[in-house]
């Protein structure tokens, strides 16, 4: 089954409104999870990591003010994207892994289209 | 940080080939190296991995192959049938941390 949830799944706003998205781990802690961004037709970037009870470490050219990651309780993860944009329209996906082993874990995705 | 670095970008087989995709790596420190298949729209899926202090690992049609000393790894598919058909991400990091550093995808297309 599941081990990270994800939602939305998809997602329309307007321009210069924001978007919450969340990452949920089913059945475990989770102290660390990851953000990817992934355009059409290209690979996954890794846009921050986001640590629960601390400050999210982003990547460089990846704007904090704009994509606010919150990660308040050991199960959940959320990236909020600030005044969208058209081109914030991406794939954006969380990871996770297990405390033990090293499976890492993705969510399902979510789409967002900005308009 | 780590570089990875994929090729060829696309691969057509016919139904029952096998099909060869390669990365590279630039971190020595960087000790496993999982593989991912995403079909359009959905997450990746891990499909396979290996770790450094193997060198090959065989998983009934995939299989992976590792060369330390050259920094990179391979993705093997034999047989392959057209439900293989997505694209492949190969991936990099240090065992135990989550922070894999991908390689820009390979698009599989079997043909019938």
């Known amino acids: 089954g599941a081990v990270v949830s994800q939602h939305p799944s998809r997602v329309i706003c307007k321009s210069g409104t924001s978007v919450k998205i969340e990452c949920r781990s089913l059945?475990?802690?989770?102290?660390?999870m990851f953000w990817y961004r992934q355009f059409p037709k290209q690979s996954l970037m890794l846009m921050a990591t986001?640590?629960?009870?601390?400050?999210?470490?982003?990547e460089q050219g990846v704007e904090k003010d704009k994509f606010l990651i919150n990660h308040a309780s050991l199960t959940l993860s959320t990236l909020t994207v600030t005044s969208a944009h058209p081109e914030d329209s991406s794939f954006y996906i969380c990871?996770?892994?297990?405390?033990?082993?090293?499976?890492?874990?993705f969510g399902e995705g979510s789409w967002l289209t900005v308009v | 940080g780590e570089n990875v670095e994929q090729h060829p970008s696309t691969l057509s087989v016919q139904e029952g080939d096998s099909a060869v995709i390669k990365c590279t790596y630039s971190?020595?420190?960087?000790?496993?190296f999982p593989w991912y298949k995403q079909e359009l729209g959905k997450r990746p899926q891990l499909i396979i991995d290996?770790?450094?202090?193997?060198g090959e690992k065989k998983d009934q049609r995939i299989a992976v192959t590792l060369n330390k000393t050259a920094k990179h790894f391979s993705l093997h598919i034999t047989e392959t049938q057209p439900e293989d058909s997505a694209v492949y991400f190969c991936?990099?990091?240090?065992?135990?941390?989550?922070?894999?550093?991908f390689g820009k995808g390979n698009q599989v297309v079997v043909i019938p």
């Open positions: 971190d020595s420190a960087s000790n496993y």
């Open positions: 059945d475990f802690q989770a102290t660390t």
């Open positions: 990871s996770t892994q297990l405390s033990s082993g090293n499976t890492i874990y």
């Open positions: 290996i770790r450094s202090n193997v």
């Open positions: 986001s640590n629960e009870g601390s400050k999210a470490t982003y």
């Open positions: 991936a990099a990091s240090v065992y135990g941390n989550n922070r894999l550093a």
